[in-house]
């Protein structure tokens, strides 16, 4: 069974930097995409970033410019460079990986929380 772990979460002041990663049980080449989701209180979960099987890239409007998706195919692991945070970036940060096998149900990560404070 596919397992997701997320590590890189934590306090940073604004305009700090933070990597998120997002390690796969499994290849990364068995997901359709990998995707970064956000939730914060009251609000609700979107998808901040995607990286397609192809290596193609998408980003929500809010972050683009200061986050960056990447992937490691050797160690399995996607990776969520963010840079330039803003307070309006806390939230609970989430892994997702839609499989290119049917059903396409995703699997999630358990999530980081990531904190920007002063």
């Known amino acids: 069974q596919v397992q997701l772990v997320e590590s890189g979460g934590g306090l940073v002041q604004p305009g700090g930097s933070l990597r998120l990663s997002c390690a796969a049980s499994g290849s990364i080449f068995s997901f359709r995409g990998m995707n970064w989701f956000r939730q914060a209180p009251g609000k609700q979960r979107e998808v901040v970033a995607t990286i397609t099987s192809g290596g193609n890239t998408y980003y929500a409007n809010s972050v683009k410019g200061r986050f960056t998706i990447s992937r490691e195919n050797a160690k399995n692991t996607v990776y969520l460079q963010m840079n330039s945070l803003k307070p309006e970036d806390t939230a609970v940060y989430y892994c997702?990986?839609?499989?290119?096998?049917?059903?396409?149900?995703?699997?999630w990560g358990q999530g980081t929380q990531v904190t920007v404070s002063s």
């Open positions: 997702n990986a839609v499989p290119l096998a049917l059903p396409a149900s995703p699997y």
